[in-house]
């Protein structure tokens, strides 16, 4: 058989999907490493010509009132006395207007911009840390959503400063243990407009009256619910903007002197009232300064800013409440809110402008040294542009400060422009999505999903003899990728990774349709009759049929964020419509029941019967028996699955926590017996199995394995079970002993697994032969070998035919061996095989119980219960493909081939699907079940790797599974088939060909093309998802749910998708190994017959 | 070549889908506070009574019904038994069915049951009154080459669209629109009644245009 081209085929289109991902999450996900250093008053910034920077002077504001009205948009806060007929949204906040106009010294309003991702989260990560957050901010905290890098409001808690919060309860969650008083209510509801907004206002004006409080936080939400329950054009949002202007005119008659006023919005809305995206509607919020003592110079002047970014807010309040600016802050000070140079003696304390500016500098400048030490992804030429212009500027600076020059406005403009550069590489860097290359991603894996359906289709053309061959493609992409590279030289000086990669993955995509098309054109101009089968491959009736059908609605349904959210639910009701369609279908094709001698038959409609009724009464009833299986182990699975936040009531299955957190004794016992029972199950069935097709009577390693290391491994699996259950004080004299038994059993069972799996990998065979020379003259009584009429007598052709005569001869003589065991004497065998029937499928169960055994190691305990569904899920499904396969094949209508039919491989696809989510998985970070890390290890790791690792096998068991498994699809219709003609020996015809998986071994060209097939199709379904989900993070960027359910999601799916086209390609190249070995075996076997 | 039986169909095609209209719209207009959505399992029942009564009525009129061979009273007595009973437990596998898609299996059993029961007058009524008590039969129907007469095709047309229907309405159940349609079994039973008359109307013109293509061997 043809192993690389098969191989090779499956790994580039492997390949495509992953330049596809790639190109698509590099330009889509934006990501930011965090520097985990904190700013204090003691730090000494470089340059240093002055002891301390940060504390230095003494601050002109002992008090703030922040007061966040989230999605107040500057449109809201704008008053336009010229407007007659206001919308309701407009001019109803008249008292901003009214303060800046009558006291111009004391407070202003400014458009006050976001960064992208404006969602409310990120909004508040980026106005406390003056950073700006990207969707995934790499650091510590991968797992809680507590903010750990440096933040303002960490700053006021290190100063001493006392702060008090309410409202959103998502700044409880950012920000846990930092308050010193904090009333957060429910922010999840969007529709609810009063709850948060009228708690606030319980407390907010008895607590500013009060003196236990520095810096006093309220967040409203009213507004931003009612954006998205109403949209902005609403009464409702008239009524809510009137009742904000009353709290702040309530706020300012409150304020004290020495107390500043910041009401300010985290980001705008569009005109439906959502928000996420990156659009102005949805960036540009308001803010508005306050304080009763003079805030301002003078009046409003041409200078001022006309736009403060949303970064701007950090320094400016860390300097005029006198604490350090936060470590990775990359804001600019407001400078209108510092006096000029010399005139700092009108203001109590504070900084001038160019002090302020030259702190926040030095400070901006050593967070780009550090991060640029960490992370490379600023572009090293900016990185030096930067460094050349602050060092210009610090020596410039330094000389006027030194003569006691009073500065030139030129410094001053130019140290502003250095702190915008700065801001503007940083959100080049993280904070845009690059359309192109995500258009480029999509563009590349549609082609690869067009690509792997074609060759799925055309996989015998494919493999064929005049099959397109390798070199040329290769040379192409090579090129392709050469010239992008010497392209980017020449036009911009560097080279970028990604954009080789996508040049060489389309090339070559384009390259492979065009050759797949002339293959065809050549296959359908050589034999007439394919040309009628080929021709239609891509109509749509044809590819609308159900299990297409069903694999599209799955693929629409990830653009849909409810239907995220209630995926395991979705994919289950998939299942089972898939499921209950295989038996309707047999049935609407009249093959389900035997034929009824009726009228139908003599008219002629129907094809005499080619199958005993008896038989195909067998066969429907194994279907139909394994179809309610397979409804009912789906139907349990659903009492596994866990619970997103965004599924209100929903409780999480009582299996998924550890035993070890059961407090009732009575009910822990009882989990531990049944996950023990299914454990004992799951490796009894696969033994038996495997004992029934007689693979256990060899000697080799995978005998070996079989027999003893599965055992062993299950009983390390339940006494650590055991072990990890006991509770934390019991058995205080064993407490040493139990926790060496923590170490030692997992990575005991860790090592039997790897052993297992060398040894199935170096001798995979579970034949067992045996020769008895007694009885070889009887051999001369078997017929000779026969050939087919039509097959001329080449050397190649005699070798072809001559095995599968090898294995008749040794099954006949099985046979007759098994029915005269009583009676030797009779007719003794001359060689027994045992177990070369199932020689494929056999290690590859094996295999894939191993690594079913060894995943559940990384699970809770209670989860064995769903892994024996998984298995008997996947048994039912084997058998339901057999008999299908077996009744179609034997009335008339097979189509020759061991292909295997789309709705196997859907359901098959689905089956990972919905077992990922019944092993209490959810594509969700928090629901990563972080545990599986310390399983072995439970001081703790030092790298990173292995860890990692081992989550990811925890978070994808299911996928991995189903992926190894998925060449049992081609293998079990062979299996299965010796037990439904054994019933019809009488059938001649059909007695002489039972040889199970040898046919395989008749026919390589088939096997390798079927293999082909059934990998690419399988990869087809999984890859549409990933495109689908792709598809939906593309168009829904500006989504609400964006950043909660489709960019996790995609995640999710990419990283499923890596999994099982990993495992895939180990199943098949198993598969292959076990080929290789069954060839050697032949050779050693008939040492003539090879040559 | 069938156009007899094709009116027939279509005029009692007409009379069940009158029969519904009518259970939907007099009780509205009579009843105050009844709604299709606010009173679901009384508009529910309400249909399912009506569409069992008049198709009964309308097909025994026919004489679709096949010939009994005995005309003994105790023979009729056990069709009519085994009719009962085979209503009862299309019931239960509905139920089954409907809950193993998902419905909620406890809280919630009076609703998944009377969409069962919905089902059950859709479909199963139907293949009662036009095949009679014979499951045999009824698996024979849903053959490709099964239909013995027009009116087993126009049953395969009705059920698969009823069912269909009853399928595609559990689709906008876990969107979050918040609307009164949405909550189980609504969306479903909606379902079902929107394929069954879609079915209604689409058997007599599928039949109608295929007329030349339909063969049918006499039983």
């Known amino acids: ?1091 | 070549m069938w156009d007899h039986e094709i009116r027939a169909m279509a005029s009692t095609h007409a009379i069940i889908a009158s029969s519904v209209f009518m259970a939907t719209v007099l009780p509205a207009v009579l009843v105050p506070g009844f709604s299709v959505y606010g009173t679901h399992l009384l508009w529910l029942y309400l249909v399912s009574g009506s569409i069992a009564a008049v198709s009964v009525a309308v097909f025994w009129l026919l004489g679709l019904t096949p010939p009994t061979k005995k005309h003994s009273l105790g023979y009729k007595l056990s069709r009519l038994f085994r009719s009962v009973l085979y209503l009862f437990l299309s019931c239960l596998f509905f139920h089954t069915v409907v809950v193993l898609y998902g419905a909620p299996l406890i809280e919630s059993a009076l609703e998944t049951f009377s969409l069962a029961v919905l089902l059950t007058s859709l479909t199963t009524l139907r293949c009662l009154c036009i095949l009679g008590p014979n499951v045999q039969a009824w698996i024979r129907v849903f053959s490709r080459h099964g239909a013995m007469s027009v009116w087993d095709t126009c049953l395969q047309i009705t059920v698969a669209c009823t069912l269909v229907g009853a399928w595609v309405g559990a689709f906008p159940i876990p969107l979050d629109w918040d609307r009164p349609w949405q909550v189980w079994p609504v969306s479903c039973s909606l379902g079902a009644m929107i394929g069954f008359l879609t079915g209604l109307v689409a058997a007599p013109a599928w039949i109608h245009y295929h007329r030349k293509q339909l063969t049918y061997k006499c039983k």
Not at chain 1, 224 to 251: N, W, Y
Not at chain 1, 267 to 280: L, R, V
Not at chain 1, 723 to 752: M, Y
Request: hydrophobic letters at 45%; proline letters at 7%.
């Open chain 1, 1 to 1091: 058989m043809k192993a690389l081209p098969v191989l090779v085929l499956l790994l580039w289109v492997c390949a495509l999907y992953f330049a596809g991902i790639y190109l698509f999450v590099s330009g889509f996900l934006l990501v930011r490493l965090e520097v985990n250093r904190t700013s204090t008053c003691g730090d000494v910034l470089h340059p240093a010509e002055e002891p301390v920077d940060f504390c230095r002077v003494p601050p002109r504001f002992r008090r703030v009132v922040l007061l966040v009205i989230d999605a107040l948009k500057f449109d809201f806060a704008r008053f336009d006395r010229s407007n007659t007929s206001p919308r309701p949204y407009e001019n109803k906040l008249p008292v901003l207007e009214e303060a800046a106009s009558s006291r111009p010294a004391h407070s202003r309003l400014f458009p006050f911009r976001a960064d992208p991702p404006t969602t409310t989260m990120q909004r508040i990560k980026g106005f406390t840390t003056g950073s700006l957050p990207t969707f995934v901010d790499v650091g510590n905290n991968f797992a809680s959503s507590a903010i750990l890098e440096d933040n303002l409001i960490h700053q006021f808690g290190q100063t001493g400063k006392r702060l008090v919060f309410m409202g959103d309860d998502t700044w409880e969650s950012l920000f846990p243990k930092k308050f010193h008083r904090s009333l957060p209510f429910p922010s999840f509801n969007v529709k609810d407009l009063h709850t948060v907004d009228n708690g606030i206002l319980q407390h907010l004006y008895t607590t500013m009256v009060g003196d236990d409080w520095d810096v006093l936080v309220a967040h409203f939400l009213g507004v931003d619910h009612c954006g998205h329950r109403f949209g902005p054009d609403h009464a409702a949002m008239a009524e809510k903007l009137t009742q904000m202007d009353g709290v702040i005119r309530s706020v300012m008659e409150r304020l004290q002197d020495d107390t500043l006023l910041v009401v300010m919005g985290d980001h705008g809305m569009t005109d439906t009232g959502d928000h996420g995206g990156e659009s102005q509607k949805e960036t540009d919020a308001a803010v508005f300064l306050y304080s009763p003592a003079p805030l301002f110079p003078g009046p409003p002047s041409q200078s001022e800013p006309g736009v403060v970014p949303q970064t701007d807010l950090v320094p400016t309040l860390a300097l005029l409440l006198g604490v350090p600016i936060p470590y990775s802050s990359v804001g600019q000070v407001l400078l209108p809110l510092f006096p000029p140079h010399g005139q700092t003696g009108g203001v109590v304390g504070g900084l001038s402008q160019l002090e302020a500016l030259w702190i926040n500098a030095k400070q901006v400048n050593r967070f780009l040294e550090t991060y640029s030490s960490m992370a490379e992804d600023i572009p090293p030429q900016s990185l030096s542009q930067l460094r050349a212009e602050f060092s210009r500027l610090s020596s410039e600076y330094l000389a006027t400060v030194g003569e006691g020059r009073s500065p030139s406005p030129e410094l001053m403009a130019s140290l502003q422009a250095y702190l915008t550069s700065v801001r503007d590489t940083c959100r080049a860097t993280w904070a845009q999505f690059n359309p192109l290359k995500m258009a480029a991603g999509l563009s590349i894996l549609t082609l690869a999903c067009l690509v792997c359906f074609i060759s799925s289709e055309l996989s015998h053309v494919l493999i064929g003899d005049n099959g397109p061959g390798f070199k040329a493609p290769v040379a192409v992409t090579l090129l392709a990728g050469l010239c992008a590279v010497v392209g980017q030289l020449i036009a911009r000086g560097f080279t970028e990774m990604s954009w080789c990669v996508a040049a060489a993955a389309f090339s070559s995509e384009l390259v492979f349709l065009w050759r797949a098309r002339r293959a065809r054109m050549a296959g359908i101009a050589k034999n007439g009759s394919k040309a009628l089968k080929c021709a239609g491959w891509l109509m749509p009736h044809r590819l609308l049929t159900p299990p297409l059908l069903v694999a599209l609605l799955r693929c629409a349904s990830l653009l849909s964020d409810s239907y995220v959210i209630a995926e395991g639910r979705v994919v289950t009701f998939l299942v089972f419509s898939l499921a209950l369609y295989i038996p309707i279908h047999l049935n609407w094709d009249h093959l389900l029941l035997p034929p009824s001698p009726d009228p139908l038959k003599s008219a002629g409609l129907v094809p005499p019967p080619a199958l005993s009724p008896s038989t195909v009464r067998k066969e429907s009833t194994t279907l139909l028996s394994c179809t309610g299986l397979l409804i009912g182990s789906v139907y349990l699975s659903l009492s596994f699955h866990g619970c997103r936040e965004e599924q209100g009531s929903c409780q999480p299955s009582p299996f998924l926590s550890p035993l070890s957190r059961l407090q009732n004794s009575r009910l822990k016992n009882l989990h531990y017996v049944l996950s023990v029972v299914s454990l004992g199950f799951c490796t009894y069935l696969l033994r038996s199995c495997l004992r029934h097709y007689g693979n256990l009577n060899s000697s080799g390693g995978t005998v070996l394995v079989a027999r003893c290391i599965l055992p062993l491994l299950s009983v390390c699996l339940g006494l650590h079970w055991a072990v990890s259950a006991t509770a934390e004080d019991s058995f205080r004299n064993l407490t040493e002993f139990i926790s060496l038994a923590q170490l030692a059993l997992p990575r005991a069972a860790f090592c039997l697994l790897g052993l297992g799996l060398v040894l199935i990998w170096l001798d995979p065979l579970t034949v067992f032969v045996k020769t008895r020379s007694e009885y070889s003259s009887r051999t001369s009584t078997l017929p000779p070998p026969r050939y087919r009429a039509s097959t001329g007598i080449s050397p190649q052709a005699e070798l072809r035919h001559l095995i599968p005569q090898i294995y008749q001869r040794m099954r006949r003589s099985l046979d007759e061996g098994e029915l005269s065991a009583g009676s030797e004497v009779e007719s003794g065998p001359a060689v027994e095989a045992y177990g070369l029937g199932t020689v494929y499928s056999a290690p590859l169960l094996l295999l894939c119980g191993l690594l079913g055994i060894g995943l559940l190691l990384l699970h809770p305990e209670g989860m064995a219960l769903s892994f024996f569904l998984l298995l008997l899920e996947m048994a039912a499904l084997l058998h339901i493909h057999a008999s299908s396969t077996t009744l179609s094949s034997l009335q008339g209508t097979f189509s020759g081939g061991y292909y295997v039919p789309w709705t196997t491989v859907v359901l098959w696809s689905l089956a990972a699907t919905q077992f990922f989510h019944a092993t209490g998985h959810l594509p969700t970070f928090p629901s990563i079940q972080w545990g599986a890390a310390f399983v072995g290890f439970p001081d703790g790791h030092t790298g990173t790797i292995l860890p990692a690792s081992l989550v990811t096998l925890n978070t994808f068991a299911a996928h991995i599974l189903f992926a190894v498994a998925c060449p049992l699809l081609l293998f079990w219709p062979l299996v299965r088939e010796v037990r439904g003609s054994r019933g019809g020996e009488a059938f001649g015809e059909e007695g002489e060909d039972a040889v199970m998986e040898m046919r395989l071994r008749e026919n390589p060209q088939q096997f390798s093309s079927a293999l082909l097939q059934l990998s690419a199709r399988y990869l087809f379904i999984h890859g549409a998802q990933v495109f689908a989900s792709v598809c939906a993070a593309a168009i829904l960027r500006r989504h609400l749910m964006v950043w909660k359910v489709f960019a996790p999601k995609l995640m999710f799916e990419a990283s499923g998708f890596l999994v099982s086209s990993v495992f895939l390609l180990v199943g098949v190249t198993f598969v292959l190994r076990v080929d290789v070995a069954v060839g050697r075996w032949f050779k050693r076997l008939i040492p003539d017959a090879s040559r």
